[in-house]
């Protein structure tokens, strides 16, 4: 009884930090989500792209430079990693997952090369976290009403972007290209574009990740990957995937759930190290169930590869 | 109107396995001209459907639409001025998305895509109206993702998808040939009546000799890449099965077996 009371404490004290957490990493869920479901281009590139958003924003910090123009600029950067991924993959026929991490692999090097060394410090540096009104800077609420509020304005713009005649053209390409392309639309472009947004988002969060912790590593982006995939799925199962404002909300959704679950684990005394692990057999377990439910036997011989 | 002028497409070239797809076709569509294009396979139907749609790159030659060389255009820019139906109901569709979103997509071939909304109520309503004159009741589906559609149905929607909008040139390519024999006949007649009513440039291939002889103004015979008969007028009104099947080099009774 004891025990429990304990975990139940520590627990719901650590809700506000994880919240806080939960919210600016949605960002990059919501970067896997798109290239994944929306533009059927399983993408690998927010491993790089959310510390290269980190390391970019932590210089331009410790340059002096103010918060939202950090943002901004990372924001910039991603988009560009985003976009070297799709035209490696559309230019060169290499497959999307490679071209992912040919460009994650490659971001880990420029990563360096920008902050110069593998962890900057920013603490006490200003953030958009400060501008939060009614309440003390520095506090988990600030960052809940940053984070929350970029993420909602996000939300909005992009369901309604989906819903308009370029954004329609955009969700055909991940549809069925070949017939986007008969339609007149030039895939090329919504793929760069797409992957493009995609990463820009996962760049916006490591920037949002080091305004709000204080410092910037290069190894920030390790794991982030399969993080995102588990509280996509997780999202997804909440609410559905059917319509665009259901695979829009996942993420969001998503994310705050897991990153609350992981937060039990740790409180329950879940050594840290073996997080990966759970993680990794969490979204194998989601990716095999239908697959498990479907049939009893073998599986079929030529079975379209999960993603 | 369309004309090709002297296509040529070679495959492996330079290998073991070369393969002339296209050696040397020359065509002519006139406005409004119903062109049923037969052959064997292998004969080059497709490849020259693909070689319109810009979705093959010739190696020589020149297409020409309305009079325009659109011979350097990738697919999505010939797409202005082209449709196109598969034979494989899922290529014309996007599965993933509604009914009506389809019908969006194809509204919007020819035309910019803005930042507007794009399923509004005046575009629904004439969605709606469009799809009821298939009488398949997919207007009162609009909301309905294609997958959930049968082949027939799907590929009734490719068809009114393609026909809106008036293309000047209309490609279909053996678009009944994987359904059931009512479905086909559904399909076929909407395709007609379609292309009749709109006065559509159309280019059809197909298997089924008999629809070769019911449709149509003339019929195009294409044999190793090369135009082999043309069949047009007078003498297109008085063609039957058995005629189009002697002119077929290698005689085989599964061609007649199949119409």
Same mark, same amino acid.
């Given at each position: 009884?004891?025990?429990?009371?304990?975990?139940?404490?520590?627990?719901?004290?650590?809700?506000?930090?994880?919240?806080?957490?939960? =919210?600016?990493?949605?960002?990059?869920?919501?970067?896997?989500?798109?290239?994944?479901?929306?533009?059927?281009?399983?993408?690998?590139?927010?491993?790089?792209?959310?510390?290269?958003?980190?390391?970019? /924003? #932590?210089?331009?910090?410790?340059? #002096?430079?103010?918060?939202?123009?950090?943002?901004?600029?990372?924001?910039?950067?991603?988009?560009?990693?985003?976009?070297?991924?799709?035209?490696?993959?559309?230019?060169?026929?290499?497959?999307?997952? =490679?071209?992912?991490?040919?460009?994650?692999?490659?971001?880990?090097?420029?990563?360096?090369?920008?902050?110069?060394?593998?962890?900057?410090?920013?603490?006490?540096?200003?953030?958009?976290?400060?501008?939060?009104?009614?309440?003390?800077?520095?506090?988990?609420?600030?960052?809940?009403?940053?984070?929350?509020?970029?993420?909602?304005?996000?939300?909005?713009?992009?369901?309604?972007?989906?819903?308009?005649?370029?954004?329609t053209?955009?969700r055909a390409?991940?549809a069925n290209?070949d017939m986007a392309?008969a339609q007149?639309?030039?895939?090329?472009?919504?793929?760069?574009?797409?992957?493009?947004?995609?990463?820009?988002?996962?760049?916006?969060?490591?920037?949002?990740?080091?305004?709000?912790?204080?410092?910037?590593?290069?190894?920030?982006?390790? #794991?982030?990957?399969?993080?995102? $995939?588990?509280?996509?799925?997780?999202?997804?199962?909440?609410?559905?995937?059917q319509t665009?404002?259901?695979?829009?909300?996942?993420?969001?959704?998503?994310?705050?759930?897991?990153? @609350?679950?992981?937060?039990? /684990?740790?409180?329950?005394?879940?050594?840290?190290?073996?997080?990966?692990?759970?993680?990794? $057999?969490?979204? $194998?377990?989601?990716?095999?169930?239908?697959?498990?439910?479907?049939?009893?036997?073998?599986? @079929?011989?030529?079975?379209?590869?999960?993603? | 109107?369309?004309?090709?002028?002297?296509?040529?497409?070679?495959?492996?070239?330079?290998?073991?396995?070369?393969?002339?797809?296209?050696?040397?076709?020359?065509?002519?569509?006139?406005?409004?001209?119903? !062109?049923?294009?037969?052959?064997?396979?292998?004969?080059?139907? %497709?490849?020259?459907?693909?070689?319109?749609?810009?979705?093959?790159?010739?190696?020589? !030659?020149?297409?020409?639409?309305? !009079?325009?060389?659109? +011979?350097?255009?990738?697919?999505?820019?010939?797409?202005?001025?082209?449709a196109r139906v598969f034979q494989d109901p899922m290529k014309g569709t996007a599965a993933s998305m509604t009914v009506a979103e389809n019908m969006l997509l194809a509204d919007?071939r020819?035309?910019?895509? +803005?930042?507007?909304?794009?399923l509004?109520?005046?575009r629904l309503a004439a969605y709606k109206e469009r799809l009821a004159l298939l009488g398949l009741g997919l207007e009162n589906r609009l909301d309905t993702r294609v997958e959930l559609l049968s082949g027939g149905q799907r590929q009734s929607l490719s068809l009114i998808m393609a026909v809106g909008g008036?293309p000047?040139?209309l490609l279909l390519d053996e678009h009944t040939a994987a359904l059931d024999p009512r479905t086909a006949d559904i399909v076929m007649q909407a395709t007609v009546r379609a292309v009749?009513a709109l006065?559509?440039? +159309?280019?059809m291939?197909t298997?089924n000799?008999?629809h070769?002889?019911?449709f149509?103004?003339?019929?195009?015979?294409?044999?190793?890449?090369?135009?082999?008969?043309?069949?047009? !007028?007078?003498?297109?009104?008085?063609?039957?099965?058995?005629?189009?099947?002697?002119?077929?080099?290698?005689?085989?009774?599964?061609?007649?077996?199949? %119409?």
């Amino acid at each position: 009884m004891d025990f429990i009371q304990t975990v139940f404490t520590s627990f719901v004290s650590l809700i506000p930090v994880t919240l806080a957490q939960s =919210l600016i990493l949605a960002f990059v869920v919501l970067g896997i989500m798109i290239p994944f479901r929306t533009l059927n281009f399983p993408d690998l590139t927010s491993e790089g792209a959310f510390p290269l958003g980190g390391c970019v /924003c #932590g210089v331009l910090l410790a340059a #002096g430079a103010s918060p939202l123009t950090a943002l901004a600029v990372a924001l910039i950067a991603g988009f560009l990693a985003g976009c070297c991924t799709a035209f490696i993959h559309l230019r060169f026929r290499i497959h999307t997952l =490679l071209a992912g991490i040919l460009m994650m692999t490659m971001l880990y090097s420029i990563n360096l090369r920008i902050m110069g060394k593998s962890n900057l410090s920013v603490f006490g540096a200003p953030t958009v976290f400060d501008w939060a009104p009614f309440v003390q800077p520095g506090f988990p609420a600030a960052k809940i009403i940053v984070a929350g509020l970029i993420g909602a304005i996000v939300f909005i713009l992009l369901n309604m972007f989906f819903k308009t005649e370029k954004g329609t053209a955009i969700r055909a390409v991940g549809a069925n290209p070949d017939m986007a392309e008969a339609q007149g639309i030039n895939v090329w472009v919504a793929t760069i574009g797409g992957v493009g947004l995609a990463s820009a988002f996962s760049a916006t969060s490591g920037a949002l990740m080091v305004q709000s912790q204080g410092f910037a590593d290069v190894n920030m982006g390790l #794991g982030i990957l399969i993080n995102g $995939l588990a509280a996509l799925m997780i999202g997804e199962a909440i609410v559905g995937k059917q319509t665009v404002l259901r695979q829009l909300a996942a993420p969001f959704v998503g994310a705050v759930v897991y990153y @609350q679950l992981v937060s039990f /684990c740790l409180a329950a005394g879940m050594p840290p190290p073996d997080l990966k692990l759970a993680t990794g $057999l969490f979204v $194998l377990a989601m990716l095999a169930l239908p697959s498990l439910r479907r049939s009893r036997g073998p599986a @079929q011989a030529r079975e379209t590869v999960r993603e | 109107m369309l004309e090709i002028r002297s296509a040529r497409k070679v495959f492996y070239k330079g290998q073991a396995d070369e393969k002339v797809a296209l050696d040397g076709l020359s065509l002519k569509l006139a406005t409004g001209e119903f !062109g049923v294009v037969i052959g064997s396979n292998g004969a080059g139907k %497709s490849s020259m459907l693909n070689a319109i749609s810009g979705a093959l790159v010739l190696d020589s !030659g020149q297409i020409l639409i309305n !009079g325009d060389d659109v +011979t350097g255009m990738p697919v999505h820019k010939r797409a202005i001025r082209l449709a196109r139906v598969f034979q494989d109901p899922m290529k014309g569709t996007a599965a993933s998305m509604t009914v009506a979103e389809n019908m969006l997509l194809a509204d919007l071939r020819s035309k910019k895509r +803005t930042l507007r909304q794009g399923l509004n109520a005046s575009r629904l309503a004439a969605y709606k109206e469009r799809l009821a004159l298939l009488g398949l009741g997919l207007e009162n589906r609009l909301d309905t993702r294609v997958e959930l559609l049968s082949g027939g149905q799907r590929q009734s929607l490719s068809l009114i998808m393609a026909v809106g909008g008036s293309p000047d040139l209309l490609l279909l390519d053996e678009h009944t040939a994987a359904l059931d024999p009512r479905t086909a006949d559904i399909v076929m007649q909407a395709t007609v009546r379609a292309v009749d009513a709109l006065k559509l440039t +159309t280019l059809m291939v197909t298997h089924n000799m008999q629809h070769a002889v019911d449709f149509g103004h003339s019929v195009i015979m294409l044999d190793a890449g090369k135009l082999r008969l043309e069949i047009s !007028g007078e003498e297109k009104a008085k063609v039957t099965v058995v005629d189009l099947i002697g002119h077929f080099s290698v005689k085989t009774d599964r061609m007649l077996l199949a %119409s």
